[in-house]
C-alpha cells in the first residue's frame, strides 16, 4: 500500500516541506514518483521516516541520521551499529550535560558575588571561571577544597563538606547571603553599633547552626577565607575590607558575650 506525500505528512505530524528537503539531501526519497509528479511512500518509507524522526528527537543531526541509515545491512549488523550511534550519542549528551551544569554553577556563582559585593568587575568573575575550569564538578558545584594540611579530624571534615557552597543552589545560602548584603550596608558604621551587633548576632547564631555549634571549627574556617597574601580573596566578593569588618564586629560581639556569661 502507498500513499500520497500529503497522507504521510499528515499521518507523521511533519509538514511537507520537511520531506521535500528529506528528499534533497537523499535522506528520505520517495518509493514511486509518477509523470504528474506526485509522490508516493510504501509502509519501508514510513518506517525509515519514523527511524529519523525518532534519532532526530534525542539530538542526531540530519548528517548523523543519513549515515546511520545509509549502511547495507541485516538486522544483526543494525542492531548493533543502533546500539553503538545510541551509545555515543549518550555520551555526548553527557558531555554537554556536564557543561551546562557547569555554565549554571558559574551563572550562580557571578550572582553570588554581586549580591556579597553589591558590583563586581568582569576581570574578577572571569579570574574565578578560569581558576575553577579544570576542576571536576561535583552535583552541579565545585566543591571546595580542605587540604590534609588543616589538620582536621573527620568530624570536623564531615562538617566543612556539608556546608552550602557558594555557586549552589543549597537553600542555606539565602540567610547567610542576607546577612553579609546587611554587613555591607552598615559599613560605614562603626562595628560596634547598636545595628552591627545585632547582625552580629544573627550572624553567630546562623553560623552556629552550619557547624554544628563546633567554634573552633568556626574559627579556623573564618582563617581559611581570608584574603591571600597576593590581595586576591577566597570566596569572590568577600575583600579584605569586608572581613576585616566582620573581625572587628564579631570580636566585639563575643566579648560582650562572654563578659554577661560571667
Known amino acids: 500500500m502507498k500513499i500520497l506525500i500529503g497522507e504521510l505528512a499528515k499521518k507523521t505530524n511533519i509538514s511537507k516541506r520537511t520531506l521535500y528537503h ?50 547495507n545491512q541485516n538486522d544483526i549488523e ?10 555515543e550519542q549518550i555520551e555526548l549528551i553527557e558531555k554537554e550535560k556536564e557543561e551546562l551544569n557547569r555554565k549554571q554553577y558559574y551563572l550562580r556563582s557571578t550572582v553570588h558575588a554581586i549580591q556579597l559585593k553589591g558590583r563586581i568587575e568582569a576581570k574578577e568573575i572571569f579570574q574565578v571561571i578560569q581558576a575553577l575550569e579544570n576542576r571536576s564538578l561535583v552535583e552541579g558545584v565545585i566543591p571546595a577544597h580542605f587540604g590534609d594540611d588543616l589538620s582536621l579530624n573527620s568530624k570536623e571534615k564531615e562538617i566543612l563538606n556539608h556546608l552550602p557552597v557558594f ?42 547552626e552550619l557547624f554544628d555549634n563546633d567554634e573552633d571549627l568556626l574559627d579556623k574556617y573564618w582563617e581559611m577565607i581570608r584574603v591571600q597574601e597576593d590581595g586576591e580573596p577566597v570566596i569572590v566578593g568577600m575583600d579584605s575590607d569586608f572581613i576585616d569588618y566582620v573581625d572587628k ?6 566579648k560582650q558575650r562572654s563578659e554577661e556569661e560571667r
Open 22 to 71: 528529506y528528499e534533497q539531501i537523499g535522506l528520505l526519497k520517495p518509493t514511486e514518483t509518477r509523470e504528474n509528479r506526485y509522490r508516493y511512500y510504501d509502509e519501508n518509507a514510513l518506517f525509515r521516516l519514523q527511524k529519523i524522526l525518532l534519532l532526530k528527537s534525542i539530538g542526531y543531526t540530519l548528517e548523523q541520521i543519513k549515515q546511520l541509515l545509509s549502511q
Open 78 to 87: 543494525e542492531n548493533k551499529n543502533w546500539i553503538t550511534s545510541l551509545n
Open 167 to 208: 555557586g549552589s543552589d543549597d537553600k542555606r545560602l539565602e540567610d547567610i547571603i542576607a546577612i553579609y548584603q546587611q554587613i555591607r550596608g552598615i559599613m560605614h558604621q562603626s562595628p560596634y553599633s547598636l545595628e552591627a551587633q545585632e547582625i552580629a548576632g544573627k550572624l553567630y547564631q546562623k553560623s552556629l
Open 249 to 254: 564586629m564579631m570580636d566585639y560581639f563575643l
